[in-house]
C-alpha cells in the first residue's frame, strides 16, 4: 500500500506543484499546499489508489487547496490597509513584467478557466484528461480554454497598447 502511494505522488508531484504555483504564485505557499495534499491523499489513500483516475483526483484537491489559499489571502488583503502601489511605464517592455502581468491576468481568471489554461498550455494534458479533472465535458474545456486565451490576450493587449489595465 505504502508503495502505491509513493509511486502516485512521485508521478503526479511537479505537476500538482506547477498548478499550485501558478494559482498562488508563491514557491512557498505552493509547497504548503503540497504538503496538505499528501496528507489528504495518504489519510484518503484506499478511496484515491481505488479511483478511476487518482491523478486527477489529487489534481482536483491541489486545485481547489490552491483557491481556497488564495481567497484567504485575498481576505485578509481586505481587512488590512492597503497601501499604494507604483508603476513604472517602462518596465511593461521588459519580458518578467510581461510574464508577471500575464500570471496576474490568468489569477483573475474564474478558478474552472485558471485550471484548464494551466492544465492546457503549461503541463500539456489533453482534453479529456482536463475534462477528467475539471469535472465537465471536452466541449466545456474546449470552450473554457477559448474564452480564457481571448481574456489573457484582450488584457495584454490593452496594457502593451495604453500602459494600463
Known sequence: MVTDYTTLIDT??????RLALG???????????????????????DTVLQSEHPQAYICRMTHNLAIDRVRQRQRERSISIDSPSTTDGDSQTNIRDMAALTREIIASLPPKQQLIIHMRDVEGYEFEEIAVIAECDETSVRMNLSRARKRVREELLIAMNHGVR
Not at 503526479?12 to 506543484?17: I, L, P, Q, S
Not at 504538503?35 to 491523499?41: K, T
Open 12 to 17: 503526479v508531484k511537479d505537476t500538482a506543484y
Open 23 to 45: 494559482i498562488v504564485g508563491d514557491s512557498s505557499m505552493a509547497e504548503d499546499i503540497l504538503q496538505d495534499v499528501y496528507e489528504r491523499v495518504w489519510r484518503a489513500r
